[in-house]
């Protein structure tokens, strides 16, 4: 809605001494439409000291006026009232020398525009509480959004805060705010109570799910501690440790228990496990001997293998490798960690004939020869062309164009190059 505004027209004590008129007894009148008026007497003055004290006394007033006007877009209705009367009181038959008309004119135009501005003032105290109840609604909204969504996905610590935050904005808008009418009020704290104590219910809910899920997760996991220490002292190396990888498949199906008590039930099965594996990898130890035997041959073979490279001839490399390849798959397990040292060496090996064959076959294959004489003779009588148009250019003193054709000239030949 447009600001009030009234016009104020200026004043100086000069203009305003023009309405006054002094006796030689110091009595000071004031002209009025109604004639003049006697306003005070001043006898122990000059005339001009006489006038110009009822004139600044019409100054003053107007002063007021001019600040009633300026402030009167920012008053409420109340101020508004009080203000007009006591104006209105002023301009009334004021002891002061000037145009009291025009400053009850004043005055009455103020009282107009205060009209106006107190309609305004209505309006602007009724959006505020529109803009107070859209604020109460969006808090109860966010509460509402947070009380509905899914416990299982809730970051509880989180979600708790904000909702302890939006108490504090709501507390903040009743005090900040303009107050609401009662019904209005209890029905939005009702639906923002209802979400609080909604998100309250299941969390409680939720933790107490928590708890049971966890005792069962800690009853599952201390049939599997018992169940691995039954296994402890097996020596049947192989079955045994496919019965310990499905009991691990187990208990990370189990899921989790609260973080204290998981640890401590981790570190018993562990420790379970543990005696049947430090047992079986004592009884893995005495083929240790046998594995690194296993790989001081295969590193010989490798070796053997190496002196092959480069491949001059594949035919002959493949026969030469074919009776190491016969030896190496006689030679039982090595190390494991050796094992990708000595298969990455002779798959090196392996890799380089097989490239080499297949390079041999594709420079004697018909057909790819065939593509390769095609495309040649096309460079070549492209080249030709090229020839005859530098030629041209040449002669016609066309020393871009020449520059040109010799650019492409020069990468022709070099696929040219290439395929040849």
Same mark, same amino acid.
Not at 83 to 91: D, G, H, I, R
Not at 145 to 167: E, F, M, N, T
Not at 270 to 279: K, T
């Given at each position: 809605?447009?600001?009030?505004?009234?016009? &104020?027209?200026?004043?100086?004590?000069?203009?305003?001494?023009?309405?006054?008129?002094? /006796?030689?007894?110091?009595?000071?009148?004031?002209?009025?439409?109604?004639?003049? !008026?006697?306003?005070?007497? %001043?006898?122990?003055?000059?005339?001009?000291?006489?006038?110009? %004290?009822?004139?600044?006394? %019409?100054?003053?007033?107007e002063a007021e006026i001019r600040l009633a006007e300026a402030r009167l877009p920012q008053l409420g209705p109340r101020d508004v009232d009080t203000t007009l009367s006591s104006l209105a009181e002023q301009v009334a038959a004021p002891a002061a020398v000037g145009d009291l008309q025009a400053l009850?004119?004043?005055?009455?135009? $103020?009282?107009? #525009?205060?009209?106006?501005?107190?309609?305004?003032?209505?309006?602007?105290?009724?959006? #505020?509480?529109?803009?107070?109840?859209?604020?109460?609604?969006?808090?109860?909204?966010? #509460?509402?959004?947070?009380?509905?969504?899914?416990?299982?996905?809730?970051?509880?610590?989180?979600?708790?805060?904000?909702?302890?935050?939006? $108490?504090?904005?709501?507390?903040?808008?009743?005090?900040?705010?303009?107050?609401?009418?009662?019904?209005?009020?209890?029905?939005?704290?009702? !639906?923002?109570?209802?979400?609080?104590?909604?998100?309250?219910?299941?969390? !409680?809910? %939720?933790?107490?799910?928590? /708890?049971?899920?966890?005792?069962?997760?800690?009853?599952?996991?201390?049939?599997?501690?018992? !169940?691995?220490?039954?296994?402890?002292?097996?020596? /049947?190396?192989?079955?045994?440790?496919?019965?310990?990888?499905?009991?691990?498949?187990?208990?990370?199906?189990?899921?989790?228990?609260?973080?204290?008590?998981?640890?401590? $039930?981790?570190?018993?099965?562990?420790?379970?496990?543990?005696v049947f594996f430090d047992a079986r990898n004592a009884a893995n130890a005495q083929t240790d001997q046998e594995q690194q035997e296993n790989l001081t041959k295969k590193r010989a073979l490798c070796e053997r293998a190496e002196a092959i490279l480069p491949v001059t001839d594949p035919?002959?490399?493949?026969?030469?490798?074919?009776?190491?390849?016969?030896?190496?798959?006689?030679?039982?397990?090595?190390?494991?960690?050796?094992?990708?040292?000595?298969?990455?060496?002779?798959?090196?090996?392996?890799? &380089?004939?097989?490239?080499?064959?297949?390079?041999?076959?594709?420079?004697?294959?018909?057909?790819?020869?065939?593509?390769?004489?095609?495309? &040649?003779?096309?460079?070549?009588?492209?080249?030709?062309?090229?020839?005859?148009?530098?030629?041209?250019?040449?002669?016609?003193?066309?020393?871009?164009?020449?520059?040109?054709?010799?650019?492409?000239?020069?990468?022709?030949?070099?696929?040219?190059?290439?395929?040849?």
């Amino acid at each position: 809605m447009a600001q009030v505004a009234v016009a &104020a027209p200026s004043f100086d004590a000069e203009q305003a001494g023009q309405w006054g008129r002094v /006796d030689d007894d110091g009595t000071v009148w004031v002209k009025e439409e109604s004639g003049e !008026r006697a306003v005070g007497q %001043f006898p122990d003055a000059s005339k001009d000291e006489a006038l110009s %004290f009822y004139v600044q006394r %019409f100054l003053d007033i107007e002063a007021e006026i001019r600040l009633a006007e300026a402030r009167l877009p920012q008053l409420g209705p109340r101020d508004v009232d009080t203000t007009l009367s006591s104006l209105a009181e002023q301009v009334a038959a004021p002891a002061a020398v000037g145009d009291l008309q025009a400053l009850r004119d004043r005055v009455q135009a $103020l009282k107009d #525009a205060g009209a106006e501005r107190k309609k305004q003032a209505a309006a602007e105290r009724e959006a #505020a509480k529109k803009e107070a109840v859209e604020r109460r609604e969006n808090i109860v909204a966010r #509460a509402e959004k947070i009380a509905a969504k899914d416990p299982q996905k809730v970051q509880w610590r989180q979600s708790g805060q904000q909702i302890r935050a939006l $108490l504090d904005e709501w507390k903040e808008a009743q005090r900040r705010g303009p107050r609401l009418d009662r019904p209005t009020e209890d029905a939005l704290w009702k !639906r923002f109570s209802h979400a609080r104590t909604t998100f309250d219910r299941h969390r !409680r809910q %939720f933790f107490s799910e928590l /708890d049971s899920k966890q005792k069962e997760v800690k009853a599952k996991k201390e049939e599997l501690i018992t !169940r691995a220490s039954e296994m402890a002292n097996s020596t /049947d190396w192989g079955r045994t440790t496919t019965a310990y990888r499905a009991l691990m498949d187990e208990w990370k199906a189990a899921g989790r228990s609260n973080r204290k008590e998981d640890d401590e $039930l981790w570190k018993r099965f562990r420790a379970a496990q543990q005696v049947f594996f430090d047992a079986r990898n004592a009884a893995n130890a005495q083929t240790d001997q046998e594995q690194q035997e296993n790989l001081t041959k295969k590193r010989a073979l490798c070796e053997r293998a190496e002196a092959i490279l480069p491949v001059t001839d594949p035919k002959r490399a493949r026969a030469a490798l074919r009776p190491i390849q016969d030896e190496w798959e006689q030679i039982g397990f090595v190390p494991r960690n050796a094992m990708s040292e000595v298969e990455v060496r002779m798959r090196k090996v392996e890799d &380089a004939i097989r490239e080499a064959e297949q390079e041999q076959w594709r420079a004697t294959d018909p057909e790819v020869t065939a593509r390769k004489s095609a495309l &040649a003779t096309q460079i070549e009588e492209s080249l030709a062309k090229l020839d005859e148009d530098i030629a041209a250019a040449t002669s016609a003193g066309n020393d871009a164009k020449v520059k040109k054709l010799q650019e492409e000239r020069a990468a022709k030949q070099a696929w040219l190059d290439t395929i040849s």
